[in-house]
């Protein structure tokens, strides 16, 4: 059974950073890529940043330039580094395994974990 859970999140100052842990319990199979998503109340779940298993990046607009999404295979953990933090990236964050990865850039998320609460006062 595979199991995502995320870690590190917390409350920080705006200005401040904080790095996200992911660690995949299981074996995954069939997967294109891992990513963070993030929910804000009432905003709905938007991509965050993605790494494919070629090791390309993608990021957000907002969110390029301060987080930085890496892993380490041999530890089958997903991190996320998020310096600059603004209030607007208080949200839920969420790992996610991909299952499928379309050319367009849309992703079929295969498996969840339970989120990571992240508050940026300002």
């Known amino acids: 059974q595979v199991q995502l859970v995320e870690s590190g999140g917390g409350s920080v100052q705006a200005g401040g950073s904080l790095k996200l842990s992911c660690v995949v319990s299981g074996e995954l199979t069939n997967i294109c890529a891992m990513s963070w998503y993030r929910e804000a109340p009432g905003k709905g779940r938007w991509l965050v940043s993605s790494?494919?298993?070629?090791?390309?990046?993608r990021y957000m607009n907002s969110v390029k330039g301060r987080f930085t999404i890496s892993q380490d295979n041999a530890k089958k953990t997903l991190f996320l580094q998020m310096n600059s933090l603004k209030s607007e990236d208080t949200a839920v964050y969420y790992c996610?395994?991909?299952?499928?990865?379309?050319?367009?850039?849309?992703?079929?998320?295969?498996?969840w974990g339970q989120g990571t609460q992240v508050t940026v006062s300002s």
């Open positions: 790494i494919s298993t070629a090791g390309i990046t």
């Open positions: 996610a395994a991909e299952g499928v990865c379309d050319i367009s850039g849309g992703y079929y998320t295969k498996y």
